[in-house]
């Protein structure tokens, strides 16, 4: 028997650009990008409310672990989640997240040691 769809919330963010994005989150997995192994948090966004697409959000293991040397603890997966999102709304504010052109992959921003920091001062981490 096949598994029904996750029922998606969909959420909306008003950019500092003056668009308004619609997402929701799809999926989160353990990936890698040029041997840095890490998370992967995939979003769908949408900018028209006709169509969507694929972006991602790859947070670098070895940020979290330099965050947990210095902090004495790791980073929860609620927390780790958290980044991402905040990098997402960072992406919608500079005008990073694009459609991307027939045939590419999604696009994809980082989260790494120097953001990190920044992103979880805005969550108060």
Same mark, same amino acid.
């Given at each position: 028997?096949?598994? *029904?769809?996750? /029922?998606?919330? /969909?959420?909306?963010? !008003?950019?500092? $650009?003056?668009? /308004?994005? #619609?997402?929701?989150?799809?999926?989160? $997995?353990?990936?890698?990008?040029?041997? $840095? *192994?890490?998370?992967?948090?995939?979003? &769908?966004? !949408? +900018?028209?409310?006709?169509?969507?697409?694929p972006f991602k959000i790859f947070v670098k293991r070895?940020?979290?672990?330099?965050?947990?040397?210095?902090?004495?603890? *790791?980073?929860?997966?609620?927390?780790?989640?958290? &980044?991402?999102?905040?990098?997402?709304? #960072?992406?919608?504010?500079?005008? +990073? =997240? #694009? =459609?991307p052109a027939d045939g590419q992959p999604p696009?994809? &921003?980082? /989260?790494?040691?120097? $953001? #990190?920091?920044?992103?979880?001062?805005?969550?108060?981490?």
């Amino acid at each position: 028997m096949a598994r *029904p769809d996750a /029922v998606r919330r /969909v959420k909306s963010y !008003s950019a500092a $650009n003056g668009y /308004v994005y #619609q997402y929701y989150f799809f999926e989160g $997995n353990r990936a890698e990008r040029r041997g $840095n *192994p890490g998370g992967e948090f995939t979003y &769908v966004i !949408s +900018v028209d409310r006709r169509s969507a697409f694929p972006f991602k959000i790859f947070v670098k293991r070895s940020a979290l672990e330099a965050w947990a040397k210095q902090n004495g603890r *790791p980073l929860t997966s609620s927390e780790e989640y958290a &980044v991402a999102k905040m990098r997402l709304f #960072q992406a919608f504010d500079e005008d +990073v =997240v #694009q =459609v991307p052109a027939d045939g590419q992959p999604p696009a994809e &921003v980082l /989260v790494d040691e120097s $953001n #990190q920091e920044a992103l979880l001062g805005q969550l108060g981490i």
